[in-house]
């Protein structure tokens, strides 16, 4: 891990990280010439994409049900009941997000609300290359079930022989996926965007990939919903002295065994911390199974920060913006309230970060690469559009018809003030004369010219 160090009031920067963009160029070109491609020749070019990238296609992208639901059977009992229990945990974790439509009513009778609707279709992209992931199947649905999306699909890309994990198929049959595709990469996310002759379209594109299908997310992202472009996971340990080596040095390679691409921070004031956990580091990955993978994530991309204050070290979290972060340290709880930016936040030393990514309850699909700074973790209300309603009585018109025809006349917007102006006049009992509409529209001059305000120039 590369250590930065600050002293005397010094804090870190964006630069200091030396964060690289998440999608380069290549990959964005790549990924949107897959997907016009697929726009224009539907299924055949997700076919030939299938053999090229991935080195098999079906016959048919549709899996069918029965293969689903049969891959409950051929999964070990004990998987399923560990799955049964997340999809459970993650389910009731959502329900408590459901937003409901509200109306209030003004004393003249004017009502103004929100009507809330699902959207009519989503669908969940769940990677299948360097791992499975069953835990992102419940992650990227239960929400969307709980939301109360009617058609709800899945696109994952099958392995070189053609096969499918039963992990994965079970938790699509335990999540209540309705429809599974195998397909993957850029051509997946063309297909469900635009739809083809066998993968029809949907509303809303869910889910982390690598950077090609994130980059075909943002391509097509305008023409159908996205959650977010995300890029390699990260993970932010804040840790004291008092804290195990031994643990810290697993949170960050549970990390860091996900992709080489993964980011890994480790924030402390004491720096004995840091060589301490390099050793911890050096005694436990020689043992993973994902030695190489860890190793290249930890040497390339990470970062030991050491400060000199509580509070600067809390500030360069908040620079940071991490996907994961873990409070390891004493008062773990009182400086909650001081993260302004993390994904997800951990608190003290007996939340480890995989609990989130696989039971605790809340989504572990999360904003990625600093943009926790504005962006959200995966919710139901990813899949729920608001509408504003609106709905006046004729008092209510006659209170806020003369503001509004006022900020219309500033504006230059002559027929906004006319579409109110018609109105009033018959909320107050009169009749108008279409010809002579424009005292109606501008009943009274705002005095003076519009105003401008001099610059230097």
Not at 41 to 68: K, M, N, T
Not at 239 to 263: I, R, T, Y
Not at 355 to 375: E, K
Request: aromatic share 6%.
């Amino acid at each position: 891990m590369r250590t930065v160090t600050f002293e005397g009031g010094a804090r870190l920067t964006q630069a200091d990280l030396n964060r690289s963009g998440v999608l380069p160029a290549e990959v964005m070109a790549a990924a949107e010439k897959i997907v016009d491609d697929v726009r224009e020749r539907g299924d055949a070019a997700v076919r030939d994409c299938c053999l090229r990238f991935d080195g098999a296609c079906p016959r048919s992208f549709r899996v069918p049900d029965e293969l689903v639901v049969g891959a409950l059977e051929l999964v070990p009992p004990e998987f399923l009941a560990a799955l049964t229990q997340a999809r459970d945990q993650i389910r009731d974790f959502h329900e408590r997000e459901r937003e409901q439509s509200w109306f209030t009513t003004r004393a003249d009778g004017t009502m103004l609300g929100v009507k809330v609707t699902p959207v009519d279709s989503a669908a969940v992209y769940v990677p299948g290359g360097r791992a499975q992931y069953p835990s992102t199947v419940l992650m990227d649905t239960i929400p969307a079930k709980v939301a109360g999306v009617p058609r709800v699909v899945m696109v994952t890309p099958p392995q070189a022989d053609g096969t499918l994990s039963a992990y994965t198929l079970a938790a699509a049959a335990l999540a209540g996926v309705d429809e599974v595709y195998a397909v993957g990469g850029a051509q997946a996310i063309a297909a469900v965007a635009y739809g083809t002759e066998s993968i029809p379209a949907v509303e809303k594109i869910v889910g982390p990939g690598n950077a090609y299908v994130a980059a075909a997310k943002r391509y097509v992202s305008g023409d159908v919903g996205i959650d977010m472009v995300a890029g390699p996971s990260e993970v932010c340990v804040l840790a004291d002295g008092d804290a195990d080596p031994c643990v810290v040095a697993a949170d960050l390679m549970a990390q860091a065994e996900h992709d080489p691409m993964a980011s890994c921070y480790l924030v402390t004031c004491d720096a004995a911390l840091v060589a301490r956990v390099g050793e911890a580091v050096e005694l436990l990955v020689s043992q993973s199974p994902r030695e190489k993978i860890t190793r290249t994530s930890l040497d390339e991309r990470g970062v030991a920060v050491v400060c000199d204050t509580l509070g600067a070290a809390v500030d360069a979290i908040n620079v940071i913006a991490p996907e994961h972060l873990e409070l390891h340290c004493a008062d773990a709880l009182g400086l909650l309230g001081s993260v302004r930016n993390a994904g997800a936040i951990f608190v003290g030393p007996w939340s480890s970060e995989p609990l989130g990514d696989y039971v605790a309850g809340p989504n572990h699909t999360l904003p990625t690469g600093g943009t926790a700074r504005w962006a959200n973790p995966l919710g139901v209300y990813d899949f729920q559009k608001r509408s504003s309603v609106i709905c006046y009585t004729p008092e209510g018109l006659l209170a806020d018809a003369p503001a509004t025809q006022t900020i219309a006349q500033a504006e230059g917007l002559w027929a906004h003030a006319l579409s109110v102006g018609l109105r009033r006049r018959l909320a107050e009992g009169g009749t108008f004369d279409a010809a002579d509409a424009h005292p109606l529209a501008w009943p009274e001059t705002i005095r003076g010219d519009s105003p401008f305000v001099s610059l230097e120039v």
